[in-house]
């Protein structure tokens, strides 16, 4: 089952790392910090970066939910259980589960390791607060996976009509608030953990023909 957990925003990777300290051997299955791509424009090019997709949250995979919600109770009380009830917390629900995978064209069991899109995130988000950029990154254990929600390909044909190509907005057309092609971005609107979101995910234009 699928568990999530808010954190201070851009100390992911510690609680991570803190939870590997205090909770038991084999309660934990997965921990989950989703990621996306994104296109930025640095003195007048265009480069791509990875973002967290949640910030503040980590998605843990754990067959054992009761011995889980005690020992995190030691976690500092920085962080929260989301849906926690005094001696329980609730799973995510399966469609959310779904959703999350399909953003990130997981299979069951199959999550892509790379904690390098994690630390770097870390690091732009401690020198956007006016904090010192950690010099070693935190790193992560080979429990902990990083998936990435890539870029969606699109085309942009007469009038400005847009057309998904590929990437994670495919069979999304229906959620898609707005495209911003200025800023590379799509906004979907979606209903996720018990709230309606809005998505921010990056798009790479490959085929211009607009008037």
């Known amino acids: 089952m699928w568990y999530v957990m808010q954190v201070v925003s851009g100390r992911e990777g510690h609680t991570v790392l803190l939870m590997e300290r205090i909770l038991s051997r084999g309660i934990l299955k997965n921990c989950i910090v989703p990621m996306r ?52 917390f609730t799973p995510l629900s399966d469609k959310d589960v779904r959703f999350l995978m399909r953003l990130q064209s997981m299979q069951p069991g199959g999550y892509g390791k790379s904690s390098e899109g994690l630390q770097e995130a870390e690091k732009i988000h401690s020198f956007r607060e006016g904090e010192e950029p950690d010099a070693s990154p935190v790193g992560l254990s080979e429990g902990t996976e990083v998936s990435l929600v890539e870029l969606s390909k699109v085309a942009v044909g007469e009038n400005r009509r847009i057309r998904i190509i590929s990437g994670p907005l495919k069979n999304l057309e229906g959620q898609i608030k707005k495209i911003n092609l200025h800023k590379r971005i799509a906004v979907v609107k979606a209903d996720f953990m018990g709230n309606r979101t809005l998505l921010h995910l990056g798009i790479e234009i490959v085929e211009n023909k607009r008037n």
Do not use: H, N
Not at 77 to 84: E, N, P, Q, Y
């Open 37 to 88: 791509r994104m296109k930025k424009k640095y003195e007048g090019r265009w480069q791509e970066v990875k973002e967290k997709l949640f910030p503040g949250y980590v998605f843990l995979i754990s067959e054992q939910p009761q011995l889980l919600y005690d020992e995190l109770k030691q976690i500092p009380a920085l962080t929260k259980l989301l849906g926690s009830c005094e001696e329980y």
